[in-house]
């Protein structure tokens, strides 16, 4: 559904545009947006927008009024208190986000396929178009490797998360 909400605007775009320079210059621009990342980081923006903007919620939740209030009669100014107060406390909330978004991005499937360029192939849409040919094996080491770039991550954030409810730094 995504992929077609962002389809439709861009290639209305492309097509004003390649008429315009059709008209006034007499050349062809062919597709700008639609046939290449631009339409594909919009989708992905707009899938997973959510996604990122809960956990950077949670950790904008922890900076309260009361901690910059502190901060600032420590006479610390206000790029120093972004950078030894602010950023700590939101830093795992932001990259909670960034490991839950990179895993959606590398399994997401339909909004790829419509929206990428030409000769731009990930690792679902390979494993993708070798399940659809019956190559199963092929398709196996795709596949794994989509597991295997989302495990870790998650691991990761597993481990992060259980360091902070014992008090610990993560190693």
Request: hydrophobic share 60%.
């Amino acid at each position: 559904m995504i992929a077609v909400g962002v389809l439709t605007p861009f290639a209305a775009f492309d097509n004003a545009v390649s008429s315009f320079f059709a008209n006034a210059f007499g050349i062809s621009t062919g597709l700008l947006l639609t046939g290449g990342i631009a339409a594909l980081l919009v989708a992905y923006t707009a899938l997973y927008l959510a996604v990122a903007l809960q956990s950077v919620g949670a950790g904008l939740e922890r900076v309260t009024p009361s901690i910059s209030g502190a901060a600032r009669l420590l006479a610390r100014g206000p790029w120093d208190v972004l950078r030894r107060v602010h950023l700590p406390l939101i830093a795992p909330s932001v990259l909670t986000a960034a490991l839950l978004v990179f895993v959606d991005v590398m399994k997401e499937l339909p909004a790829t396929l419509m929206l990428r360029p030409f000769n731009f192939d990930t690792l679902a849409i390979a494993a993708n178009n070798y399940a659809s040919d019956e190559r199963l094996s092929w398709a196996a080491a795709p596949s794994l490797a989509i597991v295997a770039a989302g495990i870790i991550p998650c691991i990761l954030l597993i481990r992060g998360i259980a360091a902070s409810a014992h008090g610990k730094d993560v190693p």
